[in-house]
């Protein structure tokens, strides 16, 4: 069942900046507070940035299980709802990473559908791939200040990536945008610091 993708325009947007990797790491737990079965995630930023990071945050404050990487080789990782975790009974995280897949057609042949309703989705280099699986998203980018990020550009953009991984702990800018009827009102996160859009 494909939807219409949602709207190009969004409700909303954010601009957070962070200077540690536990600050992308504790945004992506603020955020998972608000998420709910059927939320729909794409993110974005060149190698290093911390979507894997972010993923992590957004792991523990569901209250899945443990051991969220990169989903790379096997595309799609399902960390189930811990039922004797912090938030029981709550959504599974379904982790894709579309780095390897062209199209939305790619993206349908993994069937995301069987998941996608009674879990929260993170879709890695999803832009332009997954829109159509949900009439509303959270669109999550995160820019490196010494990155391909600080510039604007990345992997989408103009397919240059940045290796270098290592710098954990440097200033990232971390944008996010609601689209569509469930992201009509932005919602209230517990933030330290906060950039402007």
Do not use: C
Not at 13 to 38: S, Y
Not at 42 to 62: D, P, R
Not at 78 to 103: E, K, Q, T
Request: no cysteine; aromatic share 4%.
């Amino acid at each position: 069942m494909s939807l219409p993708a949602a709207t190009d325009a969004p409700r909303w947007v954010r601009a957070l900046t962070v200077t540690t990797a536990e600050q992308t790491h504790a945004l992506g737990a603020a955020l998972a507070e608000v998420l709910r079965a059927g939320d729909l995630l794409v993110l974005t930023g060149e190698l290093g940035a911390g979507k894997t990071t972010f993923t992590q945050g957004l792991g523990e404050g569901l209250g899945v299980r443990e051991g969220i990487i990169s989903p790379t080789f096997v595309l799609v990782r399902i960390h189930p709802n811990l039922p004797d975790g912090p938030h029981p009974g709550g959504p599974d995280l379904v982790h894709v990473d579309a780095y390897r897949l062209g199209s939305a057609s790619e993206i349908d042949d993994i069937d995301l559908e069987n998941t996608l309703d009674s879990s929260v989705t993170v879709v890695e280099w999803g832009r332009d791939r997954v829109e159509h699986l949900s009439d509303s998203r959270l669109e999550v980018e995160l820019h490196r200040s010494t990155g391909n990020g600080a510039a604007g550009g990345t992997r989408e953009a103009d397919g240059v990536l940045d290796f270098d991984a290592e710098d954990d702990d440097e200033p990232r800018t971390i944008i996010i945008r609601g689209f569509g009827p469930r992201w009509a009102d932005q919602p209230a996160l517990n933030l330290a610091s906060e950039g402007t859009p």
